[in-house]
């Protein structure tokens, strides 16, 4: 990974790019680069809190803005071969001046024989002007491989002495993958601070440092739940393939050496509260693993290229704290308006064009949960063989659905009891979905506290049923358009009777 990245920095420099922008948070890491690229060049170092300082030792040299020190520097490139590297310099990258000046370096470097400047800008946040959007170039630093991951552990463990076997070694490099090796070695250091050893137990301190990053980054939300496989009543194919997954990112590792290919998750259509979101977050419980949220709308930036670039953290993001479910919801409204005519923006294309090639090609432990209510807003590309494992609708729940969550929510506010007439609830709630019924139950629960009574009954449910205008109702013309257009298209059910009828 190293020597690669040096070979094409190297040759980005010899090419005569004149502005390369370094997506990077590791600035020792990027330090490291363009020392072993530098030879005879001068490197005369930016940094936005103390000015000029000595590339070498890090010391301030001067103390002065960003202009002063571009103007300061930019004719040494007359003199000899020079590295201009500008750190965090990301909220200057709107001023005129600093435009101007950048583009006459790098107009100079291009065009003028007698000159030889390269500048890098090296920041975690990518922020490019329209006016040096053709001058710059965007150098990704590769993160290590899961099998560089391994020999920075068993290196670790060498020095230390410590003793792991080669199985618990795979296993950790496995929850490492989307980290970068200084950050591998710090969680490192502080699990053998912690407990003077190194085995498969500290995937648990892995994956809390890695919470760490999500909420530090803004692009992604992780999300806490209490809901399980169970609380979700009916859809038994939905769950049933969801436990077979399961059992495969349970041991995941074993899986993927047995042959098993990494599941790449899948896309829930269908009628709205009818318990996708839900399936999210039992998927979730399910697979033992944290569940991260992705709003695209909340991705889109002013400047060019910032909105592919915020896409390309969450998804950076997503992968780091993998094993995970990535639940997108409503996937359909992210990406309203792609083929067909939509009138999609240009920028909302590039978002989805960059998501479906990582969809396509991602081979890590980031399973996504894809929810959508209106499929005729779906992008044709989504549903194409490849992009998830499996497509499944939800219908609105039938007599048993309805029954079982009756039960669920009444046996959750503890109100369950045998002298209910569930048969009479489940014909009174045809129509109704799986959030109907949990708002008839409040209704009646709190009409039966407020009564002064102990026991909720038939009565009370009835009472709170006919106070209820259900989906159906209330979306009529929806519905029928959903279905008339799902009609259309091969869906497995994710109930067993919608499969049977």
């Not at 400047?303 to 995970?324: D, F, H, Q, T, W």
Request: hydrophobic letters at 40%.
């Amino acid at each position: 990974m190293r020597r690669t990245s040096e070979n094409l920095l190297a040759s980005y420099v010899d090419a005569l790019r004149p502005i390369i922008y370094i997506n990077h948070s590791d600035f020792v890491e990027v330090d490291r680069i363009l020392r072993s690229i530098a030879g005879e060049a001068r490197v005369a170092e930016f940094n936005n809190t103390l000015g000029m300082v000595d590339f070498s030792d890090k010391h301030p040299l001067r103390e002065c803005g960003l202009e002063s020190f571009l103007r300061l520097v930019r004719e040494d490139g007359f003199e000899r071969r020079i590295f201009i590297l500008l750190k965090d310099v990301h909220n200057s990258m709107n001023d005129d001046r600093i435009i101007a000046l950048l583009k006459r370096i790098a107009e100079d470097n291009m065009y003028r024989e007698d000159y030889y400047a390269t500048v890098f800008i090296v920041s975690s946040k990518t922020v490019i002007p329209t006016e040096l959007e053709n001058l710059i170039t965007v150098f990704d630093i590769p993160l290590p491989t899961f099998d560089e991951i391994e020999a920075i552990i068993k290196s670790f463990t060498n020095d230390l002495e410590i003793v792991v076997s080669p199985d618990a070694v795979s296993d950790i490099a496995r929850s490492f993958i989307g980290l970068s090796e200084f950050q591998v070695r710090q969680i490192l250091n502080i699990a053998y601070q912690d407990g003077g050893y190194i085995d498969a137990g500290d995937k648990r301190l892995i994956l809390k440092e890695k919470e760490q990053f999500i909420k530090k980054s803004g692009m992604v939300e992780l999300v806490n739940f209490k809901d399980n496989i169970d609380d979700i009543g009916g859809l038994e194919n939905l769950k049933e393939w969801l436990k077979q997954k399961a059992k495969i990112f349970m041991d995941i590792d074993r899986a993927i050496r047995f042959g098993v290919d990494v599941p790449k998750g899948i896309m829930i259509i269908g009628m709205p509260g009818c318990g996708k979101s839900l399936a999210s977050k039992a998927a979730a419980s399910l697979f033992d693993v944290p569940l991260v949220r992705l709003d695209v709308g909340r991705l889109f930036g002013k400047y060019v290229g910032e909105s592919e670039e915020n896409m390309r953290r969450a998804l950076a993001l997503s992968e780091a704290v993998s094993p995970c479910v990535l639940w997108i919801d409503e996937i359909e409204k992210a990406f309203a308006g792609i083929g067909g005519g939509g009138g999609a923006s240009d920028v909302t294309t590039r978002l989805f064009g960059q998501f479906l090639t990582w969809m396509q090609e991602k081979e890590n432990t980031v399973f996504v949960m894809a929810t959508a209510n209106d499929i005729s807003r779906i992008p044709a590309e989504f549903l194409r063989k490849g992009r998830f494992d499996e497509l499944f609708f939800v219908d609105l729940p039938n007599g048993e659905e309805r029954r079982r969550i009756l039960e669920i929510h009444l046996k959750k506010r503890r109100k369950w009891n045998r002298e209910i007439d569930s048969i009479s609830i489940i014909k009174e709630t045809e129509g109704f979905n799986g959030a109907d019924i949990e708002a008839v139950v409040k209704d009646a629960v709190e009409a039966a506290f407020i009564g002064g009574r102990e026991k909720l009954t038939t009565e009370d449910l009835l009472a709170a049923i006919k106070n209820t205008k259900s989906i159906s109702v209330t979306l009529k013309e929806k519905i029928s358009a959903i279905r008339e257009t799902l009609g259309k298209i091969d869906i497995k059910p994710a109930s067993k009777a919608a499969e049977e009828n």
